[in-house]
């Protein structure tokens, strides 16, 4: 099977403001570019789904100083940028689009909707991204329990990003 | 025929709510308040002009509601709650339950009324005065 290409040039046609999605896709970029600098502009990907393993090809466009600079808390970009890889992800291996901020209290951080579904058929999105050694497959259990105690019943796809780790891991789990 | 989750006015909203969030992790809580109600306002508008789709409307209806009880805005979430369950069958039941959770969440944040005392000014909110003596008791303690 050929790699699933996540591009982040072209993360897909999601409904968030264009600056918005640019931003979180120029934060996975800042992370990937200091992590993964000899293999740039892409990496080898492992996205992990379901008991399954899929081998992937993480592509970004090389940040420049500013954006470097503007981006140097490690925390926060792992998080915004584990969004970019998210929103990339989903809508290459699903089809899946962002088209809102999910509410406080809906055990998510978005809302998607997959191309050609009913239009009432909302999925919700949790996300969190991982620089260094902390366990991603422990965090994506939280992320699970996270959209499980939300109040909004819907489905959900939990999704962890192992930056750190060659391959790149992405961690991705269906909640029905 | 676009999709109701196109509607601009949720792209709009994320994209405040989004500002929102910056403001207030940047610690202006004020500006970022004042961006939720926006967004809030959006959202509920999208979900009003969406006279189908009831589960899709519940959760439109539920974002705007909570959107404008975290900006401080308990009288516009009350309000935007109360219209949406006046009309029975829009939202999916588990949707109306959601709202009544909220709304008699939210009437238990907002002071007692006084039946002899002019109607105070929407503005002064508990959950306002409360913010403002937090933030005089900070500048106390700095």
Not at chain 1, 26 to 43: K, M, N, T, Y
Not at chain 1, 91 to 97: G, M, V
Not at chain 1, 115 to 129: I, K
Request: net charge negative; proline share 7%.
């Amino acid at each position: 099977m050929e790699p699933l290409r996540i591009d982040l040039t072209d993360p897909g046609p999601h409904g968030l403001p264009p600056s918005k999605l640019a931003d979180r896709c120029e934060v996975a970029a800042v992370v990937l570019e200091a992590l993964h600098a000899e293999r740039s502009p892409e990496v080898d990907t492992c996205l992990e789904r379901g008991g399954g393993e899929r081998s992937a090809l993480l592509r970004w466009r090389r940040p420049d100083q500013l954006q470097r600079d503007a981006n140097a808390n490690k925390l926060k970009a792992s998080e915004e940028g584990a969004e970019g890889v998210a929103f990339a992800t989903v809508w290459r291996s699903d089809q899946y689009l962002v088209k809102m901020r999910a509410y406080h209290g809906s055990g998510a951080d978005w809302l998607l909707h997959k191309v050609g579904a009913p239009p009432d058929a909302v999925v919700r999105l949790e996300v969190s991204g991982i620089v260094g050694e902390a366990n991603a497959k422990t965090r994506l259990r939280e992320k699970v329990q996270e959209l499980r105690a939300g109040k909004l019943r819907r489905p959900g796809i939990a999704l962890v990003v192992a930056f750190s780790e060659h391959p790149v891991r992405i961690l991705l789990e269906d909640v029905p | 025929m676009s999709e109701p989750l196109d509607d601009p006015r949720l792209r709009q909203g994320s994209d405040l709510a989004l500002d929102a969030e910056k403001a207030e992790a940047d610690g202006d809580a004020t500006g970022g308040r004042a961006l939720y109600a926006q967004a809030a306002a959006l959202y509920v508008a999208a979900a009003r002009d969406l006279t189908s789709l009831p589960r899709l409307r519940a959760v439109l209806a539920v974002s705007g509601v909570c959107l404008a009880a975290r900006g401080g805005r308990f009288d516009r979430a009350i309000e935007y709650a109360e219209r949406f369950l006046a009309e029975p069958g829009s939202l999916d039941p588990e949707g109306a339950e959601e709202l009544e959770t909220l709304l008699r969440s939210y009437r238990r944040a907002l002071p007692e009324k006084d039946p002899e005392a002019p109607a105070p000014p929407k503005e002064h909110l508990l959950y306002r005065s409360r913010q403002e003596t937090r933030e005089r008791a900070g500048r106390a303690a700095a």
